[in-house]
């Protein structure tokens, strides 16, 4: 099983709709979790931490449960600038950062 | 701007070449990691370096080195270039007690 897993899409998603997508990962003993963006041919930016309890930011809501080993983030009222290949990022015990491939979203007008 | 800058922006090498990247990290970070990302893939972590030692390294050979110096800028080595060390290379610096990393733009690397 592969350190952390993402559905590549894309997911074609029409403006104002509601996205969700998940990322799985298989070392119970990570700590740390993140979801980043990445807009084509550019750095990937930080979009927010991810707690157990969950948190949200504006539009955007992050969820982790340890038990199923999974992140989630959820999208409302999307944006067409929402279009952009989502990265799960998690950090293990030894310090080591595993990134996820990456969820492509495309918003349609 | 996250204030993490690297150069060169862009850079063409042949195989078997050696080949130094440079990454200046935000100030008041001491940590700097650097990720290789291929085309259509996530960045795949290659190591990080806190006060000038390397803490973690991913699953790189050790073609793969890196320096941190006093003032928290870095560099990546890579001897004897392959074809398939073609990629985008990122440097990424934190802050002291956080995980969130900034990100600078990236230099990418063509092997002929």
């Known amino acids: 099983r592969k350190e952390v897993e993402q559905d590549p899409g894309p997911f074609n998603v029409p403006e104002g709709a509601t996205v969700a997508f998940n990322c799985t990962y298989s070392?119970?003993?990570?700590?740390?979790f993140f979801w980043y963006r990445q807009d084509c041919r550019k750095e990937p930016k930080l979009l927010m931490s991810?707690?157990?309890s969950g948190n949200e930011d504006g539009r955007f809501t992050a969820q982790l449960n340890r038990a199923s080993q999974y992140i989630s983030l959820l999208i409302r009222d999307s944006k067409l600038s929402d279009s952009a290949t989502y990265l799960c990022?998690?950090?293990?015990?030894?310090?080591?950062?595993?990134f996820g491939k990456g969820t492509r979203l495309h918003i349609l007008p | 701007e996250t204030g993490v800058t690297q150069s060169p922006t862009h850079l063409i090498k042949t195989r078997g070449q050696q080949v130094t990247l440079r990454c200046s990290s935000q100030?008041?970070?001491?940590?700097v990691s650097w990720y290789q990302q291929a085309l259509g893939q996530g960045p795949q972590f290659i190591f990080q370096?806190?006060?000038?030692?390397?803490?973690g390294r991913g699953n790189f050979p050790p073609r793969f080195s890196g320096l941190q110096f006093p003032n928290y800028s870095s560099e990546l080595n890579v001897n004897a270039l392959e074809l398939d060390d073609s990629a985008l290379y990122l440097c990424?610096?934190?802050?002291?007690?956080?995980?969130?990393?900034?990100f600078g733009p990236g230099t990418r690397l063509t092997v002929l």
């Open positions: 990424a610096s934190s802050a002291p007690t956080t995980d969130t990393q900034y």
């Open positions: 070392n119970s003993a990570s700590q740390s």
């Open positions: 991810v707690y157990s």
């Open positions: 990022v998690l950090k293990n015990r030894d310090d080591k950062i595993i």
């Open positions: 100030s008041g970070h001491n940590t």
């Open positions: 370096y806190y006060r000038e030692e390397e803490n």
